[in-house]
């Protein structure tokens, strides 16, 4: 698959330096529209702030993408084992404010096996990480767009766009061919 999106300060009104990319660190991502036997979707409720986010995270030294994303979602969703249904794409931010290019790859993926208690880091269980289930693409998206109202941090206004973008080519690549 190719670019979905690709975010910069630009979304957020305000100054892009493009200029400045070449030499922002890389950080490599990986994302799920994580679907349980009903076909719910899982969200990351981040209580502190009051804002969902998909599943996922970053890609480790020494793992590929579908290592780290099996990785991240045995930790913050408890899931024991995935199939993966298709690939997404991906989707770029230009952090300029931390001199950061985010790639972050999305996928859509079925659990196979067992949920079993995540082992979340300091920083979810401080910031109030849980997992919810939701019914539906349309309910994910309304619950992702709900937390632009509440976001105030720099690197979450990044992650709203980011999923809606990676939910929004789910719904249009998956579940509108699903439904027919």
Partial sequence: MGIIKIITEKNFDRLETPDKWDGYRI???????????TSRIALMHVSKQNYYKLPGGGVDPG????????????????????NIITDLGEVYEYR??????AEHHGFIVKKSGD????????????????TVWVDGIDQAI?????GKSFVDEYGQWFE????????????????VKEKE
């Fill in 27 to 37: 950080r490599h991502g990986a994302r799920a529209v994580l679907l349980d036997e």
């Fill in 63 to 82: 793992e590929d993408t579908e290592m780290a994303l099996r990785r991240e979602l045995l930790e913050e969703v408890g899931c024991t084992d995935i």
């Fill in 96 to 101: 300029d404010q931390w001199e950061m290019k």
């Fill in 115 to 130: 949920i079993i208690s995540p082992s979340r880091t300091e920083k979810e269980i401080e910031n109030g990480h849980e």
């Fill in 142 to 146: 309304k619950l992702v767009e709900f």
């Fill in 160 to 175: 709203i766009e980011r999923e809606l973008a990676f939910l929004n080519k789910a719904k249009n690549a998956y579940f």
